[in-house]
């Protein structure tokens, strides 16, 4: 059996994700793994425990395979967590992604929309499209509207436009969630409903 194939099949059936495995010249082996989505249910973290568990099971099943590695490191994918699948753009639809494309968009798409002919890179809300994906960003920072600090915004200033660019899993290089810091930790995708 391929190694791979046998790391995830271990990490599946120990109840976790497989995100992604990596080999390096100097005999690492990489292996980040993730809690499984459940729909609405509440979002759960890998914490050091897990990778503990996984690290254990994967060094007793590598040895019976006879894999050769020199250093075995598991991990949690971090909060720049790469998107592979369609179930991880589904799991986080609505959150700040960075997309990198295998081709420039080109003139064609670009034309009228202030977006450049080279540009691959883009980070935006990801959202579900008529055709497969899209990411919806505005070309102004929420956080940085042009403005020095102190300085006194007009009410009556118009915020830059939104725009979106569709996308399928195979025109894209990498997808990664943004890396966004919030020290007062996470917050739900919407708030919740209230009854009256």
């Known amino acids: 059996m391929a190694l791979h194939e046998t790391i995830e099949q271990t990490v599946t059936g120990l109840g976790y994700q497989l995100v992604e495995i990596e080999r390096t010249g100097g005999g690492l082996l990489r292996v980040t793994i993730d809690q499984p989505f459940v729909q609405g249910g509440e979002e759960r973290f890998i914490n050091a425990e897990d990778c503990e568990k996984v690290t254990r099971q994967l060094q007793f099943v590598l040895e019976v395979e006879g894999a050769a590695y020199a ?20 799991r986080f639809a609505g959150e700040l992604v960075d ?9 064609a798409v670009s034309a009228g ?19 497969g994906w899209q990411v919806v960003w505005s070309e102004e920072p929420a956080d940085k509207p042009g403005y020095k600090p102190g300085q006194k915004v007009s009410k009556k200033r118009i915020p830059a436009p939104l725009q ?3 996308f399928t899993l ?18 739900p995708k919407s708030p919740p409903a209230t009854e009256i």
Request: no cysteine; hydrophobic share 40%.
């Open 164 to 166: 979106a660019l569709g």
């Open 113 to 131: 929309t202030g977006i450049s002919a080279s540009r691959k890179k883009f980070r935006g809300t990801l959202e579900r499209a008529a055709s």
């Open 71 to 90: 250093r075995l490191e598991v991990s949690s994918p971090g909060i720049d967590r790469p998107l592979r699948s369609e179930a991880d753009f589904e």
């Open 99 to 107: 997309i990198t494309l295998k081709a420039a968009v080109g003139a």
């Open 170 to 187: 195979d025109e894209i290089v990498q997808a990664r969630l943004a890396p966004v810091v919030d020290f007062k930790g996470r917050r």
